[in-house]
C-alpha cells in the first residue's frame, strides 16, 4: 500500500507526508476534496530521493499558488506535491540577470526586480500565480510572456534527475511550451534591463490599474477559464462568450463574473460539478454559436 510505504520512507528524510489532506484551502477557487498523500519537500534532496523512489507513480500534480486549478470534490487517488518555501528563494546575477526559485510568486519576482531597478518583469505584477506554474503554460498579460525574459529553466524529472535547459531549446507558445509535462519546475534564470525605479513602479501602477477596471479581485476565482482561440478567430475569449451566453448563468453557486466574463466565480459554497458544469456550458454555447472550440486555461484536476 502506498501510504505505507510513504511513512517508512518519510523517516528517512526531514520532509513529512500528510494523508487525506484537504485541498479545498490551497485554491482560488476555494473548491476541492482530500489527497490521499500530500507532499510538501523542503528541499531538493528530499524532492530528488522521493522521485527516485516513487517517481513512477501514476498520479502526481505539483500543486502552485492554486489560481488557475479546478480541483474535484472527491478523493484525488495519488501524491499531490507543493514545494516549501526553499524553492521561493531569488537572487541577482550580473548583468541584470535574476534567478528565482519555482515556488516564488509571480509578484514577489516582479517586486524584487523593481527593488533592483530591473525592468522586463512588470507584467508579472499582475499574474497571480507561481513561477513554475507561469513557466509551465507560458503564462502572460498586456502583450508580455514568460518566454520574454526567460534565459534558461531548471527542471527535474520522475527519476530524480536535474537538467538545465537553455530557453532557446524549448519551443514556447501561447499558454503552452514543448517541455516534458512530467517535470517539476525547480527555477528559472531571467534577463532584465536596468532602468529607473521610478519608471518601473509607474508601469507596475498602470498595469495593476487596468487589471483592477476591467478583472475581478478579492472573490473567489480561478482567473482566466479558457484560452484566446487564437488560431481559429481574431476575436478574444471574453466576446466570444459575451454573444454566445446568457452571463446571469450560474450552477449552484458558479457563477459568471459581472467584470470579466472570462472569469468564473464561487459565490459562496460552488461544487467540483457546479463549476465544472458552468465551464462545460460556456464551451458548449460558444462552440454551438460561433463554431469555435474552446480550450481551458484552467487546469482541472480529477480524483
Known sequence: MLEKKLEIFSKKIKSKFLFNYNL???NWFNIGGEAKVFFNPENLNDLSIFLKNFGNEKNIFVLGAGSNVLIDDGI????VIKLGKNFSNISLLPNNIIVSGAAATDKKLS???LQNEISGFEFLSCIPGTIGGGLKINSGCYGREFKDILLSVQVIDRKGII???PSNYINYSYRSSSL??????LSASFKGEKKEFSKIQTEMENLKKEKNITQPSRIKTGGSTFKNP????????WELIKKSVPLNVSFGDASISEKHCNFLVNKGNASFEDMKKLVEYIRKNVKS???INLETEIEIVGK
Open 289 to 291: 454559436k460561433t463554431g
Open 230 to 237: 487564437i488560431d481559429q478567430t481574431q476575436e478574444k475569449v
Open 163 to 165: 537538467k538545465t535547459i
Open 24 to 26: 479545498k484551502k490551497l
Open 180 to 185: 516534458d509535462k512530467n517535470f517539476i519546475f
Open 111 to 113: 517586486n524584487f526586480a
Open 76 to 79: 484525488y487517488d495519488g501524491i
